[in-house]
């Protein structure tokens, strides 16, 4: 039986979206004035998702099973973010089964 590596995908997967988070974040930086008094808490949102994608590439590289689950809750949580987000989801959502899936004999 040929072996899962969905884990994989999913790392660089969540190594993708880091690296867009973080370019937003560049681009804001630079772009947004300064005197928009919401950029410190939209600076402060880009850097978070950019860090939570970050360390769940981590985690998805090691096949640690915490990982699969907060992926699978983000997956689900980017559904609502139509129409980008559900395209991703519905791409993203597949690589969180990394288990062995058990075939019938019958």
Not at 8 to 27: G, P, R, S
Not at 56 to 69: F, N, Q, S, V
Request: overall charge positive; proline content about 3%; cysteine-free.
């Amino acid at each position: 039986m040929e072996e899962n590596r969905n884990h994989l995908a999913l790392a660089k997967f969540h190594v993708a979206l880091a690296f867009v988070y973080i370019t937003l974040f560049v681009i804001i930086m630079n772009t947004v004035s300064n005197n928009y008094s919401q950029k410190p808490l939209l600076m402060f949102y880009l850097f978070l998702f950019f860090f939570l994608h970050s360390f769940l590439a981590i985690g998805a590289r090691k096949k640690m099973e915490i990982t699969r689950k907060i992926s699978v809750a983000v997956g689900v949580l980017m559904l609502a973010v139509f129409p980008i987000g559900t395209i991703l989801s519905f791409y993203f959502l597949p690589y969180t089964e990394w288990g062995n899936v058990k075939e019938d004999n019958l």
